[in-house]
């Protein structure tokens, strides 16, 4: 579902890949059981996104405001990807936190062994948290002051998860690379859009490289579709 997103709506999924990092953030710094719940979660929070317009998807990407209609629409996307995800088996509660990353900041277990609900309240809280985050540096505000921006608005996003991910942010470390498409591996984050030679968009800034999109790169490289170097990184 990942690698088909990532070819319907590449910069949908550019978003998803830096989201995933996010939450991994959180959940990893939280040592939370179960946390393929929450990288799966993270994952395919987008995916939604294949019943929206382009021109929608790319009015939130640059923060633009959207009519009543077009909010409307939006927000059904969380209802359109869990709807995809439910009838899978062990995905359950992996739709359900998708289905809840926008809901209202309320009370949320951290600790102990917890119920398959309370799994998908602190999951899609911390998409919540994840997805604004993204949202807010993708428009162009540095590290700073996006996290002070959550920071200053409790009421939409929980203080513990947005203090979790800001100091395991700080542990990072980012590994800057030039490489031709032939050497490019699983895992590694494009730092620029590759776009064929007409102009097209074949994968979008910010997208975590899958096996799939690289099958696809190295066809277009064949066919002389693309050339030269990619500017990639890694964070660890």
Known sequence: MANILSMVNPVAFSHSSQIKQYAHTIVNSLSLEDSWHYDLAAMLCQLGYISLPEELVRKVAEG?????AENQHYNSHPDMGARLLKHIPRLEIVADMVKRQNDDVG?????????NENKAILGGQILRVAIAYEQLISQGKDEKAA????????????PILVETLAL????????VMTLPIDKLEPGLILDQPIKTEAG??????????????LFR???AQESGVVSGLVRVFKVT
């Open 64 to 68: 633009e405001e959207l009519s009543q």
């Open 107 to 115: 009370k949320i277990e951290f600790q102990g062994k917890l119920s």
């Open 147 to 158: 996290m002070d921006e959550l920071k200053d608005n409790p009421a939409n996003y929980d």
């Open 168 to 175: 395991g942010s700080q542990n990072r470390k980012v590994e």
């Open 200 to 213: 097209t968009l074949l994968v979008a800034k910010g997208q975590t490289l899958s096996q799939a999109v």
């Open 217 to 219: 790169l190295l066809a």
